[in-house]
């Protein structure tokens, strides 16, 4: 299966965590459909979800937790 992409709707910050003590929305290898959020990236003081646009398996986070993003920047790899 060909390498899918998610990418950043918007720029600003990728968070990968709903919050700083709670666990991240997917890792790496976990399972993703059509419409899962991913992330969110933070935009003055307002929070956009990140939803995965394909299904798949997440393969790679181009970005780390708390990174800035461009619109259209690549968030996270699926197989």
Sequence with gaps: M?????????PGTFYRKPAPDQP??????????K???IGLVEVMKTFHEVKSDADGTITAFVLDNEEPVMAGQPLAELD
Aim: proline share 5%; charged share 30%; no cysteine.
């Design 24 to 33: 991240s929305f997917k890792e790496v290898g976990d399972t993703v459909a």
């Design 2 to 10: 060909a390498k899918h992409e998610i990418r950043s709707p918007i």
């Design 35 to 37: 419409g899962d959020t």
